[in-house]
């Protein structure tokens, strides 16, 4: 059934009317009824829902039957349901290991360094955090009070330590191997996530160099007192055995059991739950999981609708037209993934929004699967990290503000120096890169698309 020759640009309209709930929503109730997280007070669920019902009243030439194997096809995907399982799994893993793990690490990390690069920690201890944990916003949520608390002790801002954490946050949830955007953007595009990693690394990595110097130039000359902290070095284990194992090109589901199996012995030794209370919190872990996973399921249907209709060969028309040649493809390819996140303010929906677009950008710029998956997933957390109405941004405020630091948005966004330089180092990625080169330095046919 899918026809993606015609071009209808009206096929777009659904997406149009996802973007009027969810974001003129979100507006209304965070600035104009001023409802705190008024963002995420819209049921995105809800909003695709809508989308979906505006794309089945559309193209009379379909009937509802139809309409309904096309979106059985999207759905069926192998990527889809692989995305969704290592979603689940990934959130039970999050379950067994608990607070108390990742706060080991974070206290372990800040121990290992002087007390006079304590913000130079905060930065180490946040990326090192949501890479093991895959998830920015429970780095912010975890990282974000012992920032504050060492700001106060310090005297360091509180702005610049809470920045600070938003940006190592946003490291981890770039490249992390458990992270919802990486397990979104490779599946999407059909990757290793090791292949991602690497080209992904060598663009990230100068962006936290850079970041790292910046801290330190700014907080020389100031010697805070040491914080009282404790930790328990057994429970950092599971973390270590999936970011070792990831690394290493472990089948992601391997590292994940292995994170599982490991935590669960680990906390049950040392008295930290119990039996019955393990299972609960794996199943809390993994219903974390499932607004994701629905939110993955909708947007396959939806999209598989609208290339159906036409909507992407007219969108990818329009691409084509605006960005010419191999560099102009990848800066597309990234502003379109940007567009979507300021639009729906969550990386991972923008992420699932824009991985069918970007797979027909692929055969046409001649961008391989793993530098395609680096793009999507590095723009999109570029732009989740800046703008002062993501979760990670409205999160930190808000737990900055209930141990007495007030803070705004707009102080803060003026530390956020790593999502900036990761834009900075990724433009200069694409700049440098070679016609038909893909992230990891194989040739790409440019008609073919094929691996030389």
């Not at 669920?45 to 019902?53: D, G, P, R, Y």
């Not at 970011?243 to 199996?261: E, P, Q, S, Y």
């Not at 084509?320 to 597309?332: D, E, I, S």
């Amino acid at each position: 059934m899918e026809n993606t020759e015609k071009k209808n640009p009206w096929a777009l309209l659904p997406i149009g009317v996802f973007l009027a709930l969810y974001l003129g929503l979100g507006i209304l109730f965070e600035y104009g009824m001023k409802i705190p997280m008024g963002f995420y007070n819209v049921p995105i669920v809800i909003a695709f829902l809508a989308a979906i019902l505006v794309a089945c009243l559309q193209n009379k030439a379909l009937s509802f039957e139809d309409k309904l194997a096309v979106m059985g096809q999207g759905l069926g995907d192998k990527n889809i349901i692989t995305m969704i399982l290592i979603f689940l799994v990934a959130g039970a893993f999050v379950g067994v290991v608990g607070r108390g793990s990742a706060q080991s690490v974070a206290y372990f990390l800040l121990d290992l360094i002087p007390a006079r690069f304590a913000v130079a920690a905060l930065f180490l201890v946040a990326c090192f955090v949501s890479t093991a944990m895959g998830t920015s916003v429970g780095t912010v949520t975890l990282i974000v009070p012992i920032a504050v608390e060492t700001a106060q002790a310090s005297g360091y801002s509180a702005a610049l330590c809470v920045g600070t954490v938003v940006g190592g946050a946003m490291f981890g949830d770039n490249l992390s191997f458990i992270s919802d955007t990486t397990i979104a953007a490779c599946n999407g595009q059909g990757c290793a996530m090791k292949d991602k990693f690497r080209g992904n690394f060598r663009i990230a990595l100068p962006a936290a160099l850079g970041t790292l110097a910046l801290i330190l130039l700014l907080t020389a000359g100031q010697e805070p007192r040491e914080l009282e902290r404790d930790y328990n070095l057994v429970q950092i284990i599971p973390y270590l055995l999936v970011l070792v194992g990831g690394i290493a090109g472990i089948n992601v589901f391997v590292v994940l059991l292995a994170g599982i199996f490991s935590g669960s012995v680990i906390m049950l030794a040392i008295g930290q739950t119990q039996p019955t209370q393990l299972l609960a919190n794996m199943g809390a872990g993994a219903a974390g999981m499932f607004e994701t996973s629905m939110v993955a399921i909708l947007v396959a249907a939806l999209c598989a609708l609208i290339r159906e209709y036409g909507g992407f060969a007219a969108l990818l028309s329009l691409i084509r037209r605006l960005f010419k040649g191999h560099r102009g493809g990848q800066m597309g390819m990234g502003l379109l993934v940007g567009a979507m996140d300021i639009a729906t303010a969550n990386n991972t929906v923008a992420i699932v929004m824009a991985n069918p677009i970007a797979k027909e950008m692929s055969r046409d710029y001649g961008i391989s699967p793993q530098r395609a998956a680096c793009l999507l997933d590095t723009f999109s957390c570029i732009f989740q990290g800046v703008i002062p109405y993501g979760a990670q941004m409205l999160l930190a405020l808000s737990a900055a503000a209930e141990l007495g630091s007030a803070l705004t948005a707009f102080q803060v966004m003026g530390y956020l120096f790593y999502p900036y330089l990761l834009l900075v180092s990724s433009a200069a990625a694409i700049a440098l890169s070679k016609g038909g080169t893909g992230g990891d330095g194989r040739i790409i046919h440019k008609k073919k698309g094929k691996n030389i």
